[in-house]
């Protein structure tokens, strides 16, 4: 298979982002193919319209697929293959939509007058096996080549080996290539300042709108710090993404209409995308700082490796928020831990009083607030259990393990027990039968930490 992407920014009154895939594949079955499925990025999600295809260079009407596929795969189309598709020979398929601003802008899409961002994840198309079940997924080719086309006044970071840029009238091509051990590629750019004025390529960069009002300089070791402690003790990112980029759009909106336009910060592999009103709290602010920190543990526990649907909450929040934990008693020792601790307790005590608690195994992101308040709280605290019974060398050991060996994949609550137990050589069955299938918090962590 050969394979090739393109994104392109066109400005306007209502900005798009054209996206656009093409593939070159060869049948290497034993039997003619009459169909090729393909999954699009949510319609909602990232505001897809406009649909086109091209098979062997001719436009192709795009297909419903059979009834029984729709509601498990609700975002696929079918290519129709006529005449068939026969063994050893190859075909040509282009898909291309555009993206518009959707209702929702959070970690996978935001696209404003002057900025944008994809996510790692979900807004390309991705080819499905011709039979579903039995036929594997098309091997993703060695290298695939990508651009990136936008104004150029415009800065980019984006994943895979820079390949050169090129102009073209007002617009600058970006060309990238990804090997088929790369994550799939992320997309940032925007019109840009960059800031601190001075700073090492391995430090934190902040890309604003507008310059902030102040140099951020101590902000920017703190979030470098933050990024070097993940790094050694839950492993590398990207060995090509010096640094964390902390980059403004205003399209990010907080989970819940209460907060909606309140500040609001998302992960994606190079580091944090911010609101305008997270900004205002000052870079230097221990609520900016807090909330900067959390979404860059997401990028290890959310990107680098994804929670599974069941696992979202519990596994999604939990490990950020224990990762932060981790980071608070290298920068200020054991006392910095413990009080950590005590506050998710009173947190957890706090929300428990609504008597809404669920176990936190079985805790959906879906849930009522309530019950996902006491979750919230609850979930890092399984995490120092988890810690305190396998020791911090072992814990730390375990999950360098599963996020180098789920890179790019769904872990499950078994995986992360698996991994744990292998790296610290304990039973850890009690743990986990306890905090998840169990409400309420263990006396004996109690008595530890109270």
């Not at 840029?165 to 019109?191: H, Q």
């Not at 840009?192 to 604003?208: G, I, K, M």
């Not at 909450?313 to 831990?337: F, K």
Request: net charge negative.
């Amino acid at each position: 298979m050969q394979e090739s992407r393109e994104v392109r920014f066109v400005a306007g009154a209502s900005p798009t982002l054209h996206i656009r895939g093409s593939f070159k594949l060869q049948n290497s079955g034993k039997g003619d193919l009459s169909f090729v499925d393909v999954t699009l990025p949510e319609e909602k999600a990232f505001g897809r319209q406009n649909v086109r295809l091209e098979l062997n260079g001719r436009e192709v009407a795009p297909a419903d697929v059979p009834a029984e596929y729709q509601q498990d795969e609700p975002n696929d189309v079918r290519v129709t293959l006529s005449p068939p598709w026969q063994p050893k020979r190859s075909v040509q398929l282009a898909i291309e939509y555009d993206l518009v601003s959707p209702q929702d802008s959070g970690s996978r899409i935001t696209l404003g007058a002057d900025e944008f961002h994809l996510g790692s994840r979900g807004w390309f198309p991705v080819l499905r096996p011709p039979k579903h079940v039995f036929s594997p997924f098309p091997r993703r080719p060695k290298l695939t080549p990508y651009t990136v086309r936008v104004p150029s006044d415009f800065l980019v970071l984006a994943r895979g080996k820079p390949k050169g840029r090129k102009k073209v009238g007002s617009e600058t091509e970006y060309r990238f290539e990804l090997s088929a051990d790369d994550l799939p590629p992320f997309v940032v750019a925007g019109n840009y300042v960059e800031s601190p004025a001075q700073r090492a390529p391995d430090s934190a960069a902040f890309w604003t709108l507008k310059p902030l009002p102040s140099d951020p300089e101590q902000a920017a070791a703190q979030i470098t710090q933050a990024w070097n402690i993940l790094e050694k003790d839950f492993g590398p990112l990207d060995p090509r993404i010096a640094g964390p980029h902390i980059v403004e759009s205003p399209e990010l909106r907080g989970h819940t209409p209460a907060d909606e336009a309140g500040p609001a910060a998302a992960s994606f592999s190079g580091g944090v995308i911010v609101n305008p009103a997270a900004l205002a709290l000052g870079t230097g602010s221990d609520e900016f700082l807090s909330m900067v920190t959390h979404s860059l543990a997401h990028d290890w526990f959310g990107d680098e490796m994804y929670p599974a649907p069941d696992a979202a909450l519990g596994l999604g929040e939990g490990l950020p928020e224990y990762a932060t934990i981790v980071i608070d008693e290298t920068r200020n020792g054991a006392s910095a831990r413990r009080d950590r601790i005590r506050r998710y307790l009173m947190e957890y005590d706090e929300a428990e009083k609504s008597g809404k608690e669920k176990e936190l195994g079985i805790t959906m992101m879906n849930d009522p607030p309530e019950a996902r308040r006491v979750a919230l709280a609850k979930a890092p605290l399984f995490f120092v259990a988890l810690e305190d019974t396998c020791g911090a060398q072992a814990m730390q050991d375990g999950l360098k393990h599963l996020v180098r060996a789920l890179r790019g994949q769904e872990v499950s609550y078994d995986g992360l027990r698996s991994a744990l137990e292998q790296a610290s050589g304990k039973d850890l069955g009690a743990v986990f039968r306890v905090w998840l299938n169990q409400k309420g918090i263990p006396q004996d962590f109690r008595d530890r930490y109270q």
